[in-house]
């Protein structure tokens, strides 16, 4: 799943907070590198945003840390 379309599922409130760190002000090409291995049941949790990332089957599933769906 490409980044942009795992911004595509956030909130508004949080695509505001982290997009800005994304933006390359300069005139030269920018590099993105994010690694990780997707493994079925990885887990991020972002700790000032009430959100968690959940890989599944299926992909990303986002919700609040209590579970309930954004």
Sequence with gaps: MSILKIFQKLPDRVIRKYLKALIN???RD???LE????TSGDTVIYP?????????EKGWKFTR??????
Aim: charged share 40%.
């Design 30 to 32: 920018a590099i993105y």
């Design 65 to 70: 840390k209590n579970g309930e769906a954004y």
């Design 35 to 38: 690694i990780g291995d997707r």
């Design 25 to 27: 002000r300069s005139d």
């Design 48 to 56: 000032d945003d009430d959100l968690l990332a959940e890989m599944g």
